[in-house]
């Protein structure tokens, strides 16, 4: 299984961006989808998951009202729209795919099997 992130860059600090996954290999809709960030000196740090079916989201606190995720399974892509970003929300985004009947929290970056390279997002204040 592979995965694409894409969509990253450069906006500035209320500006909105759409990051995009794109999965090969196996159908995405076998997978919880999720999105993650790293900043440099800091841990990966959840930022949402969606559910098999799209039906179920959960999100991080610093990102709830502002990110929305959604997925097209027919696609096999997952699509995570950014409102209103600051400068602390400047980061490499990486998503991830497990197993949809994997228990572990989906919060947890150690749950996911597979990830994607990453693509950078920078916000200028």
């Known amino acids: 299984v592979q995965l694409q992130a894409s969509g990253g860059g450069l906006v500035q600090a209320g500006a909105s961006l759409r990051l995009s996954c794109t999965t090969s290999g196996r159908t995405v809709g076998d997978f919880t989808m999720a999105w993650f960030r790293q900043a440099p000196g800091k841990d990966r740090e959840f930022v949402g998951a969606?559910?098999?079916?799209?039906?179920?989201?959960h999100y991080a606190d610093s990102v709830k009202g502002r990110f929305f995720l959604a997925r097209d399974n027919a696609k096999n892509t997952m699509d995570l729209l950014m409102n209103n970003l600051a400068p602390e929300d400047a980061a490499r985004y990486f998503c991830?795919?497990?197993?949809?009947?994997?228990?572990?929290?989906?919060?947890?970056?150690?749950?996911?099997?597979?990830w994607g390279q990453g693509t950078l997002v920078t916000v200028s204040s």
């Open positions: 991830a795919a497990k197993y949809a009947n994997n228990s572990v929290s989906s919060a947890l970056p150690s749950g996911y099997r597979y």
């Open positions: 969606i559910s098999r079916k799209g039906g179920a989201t």
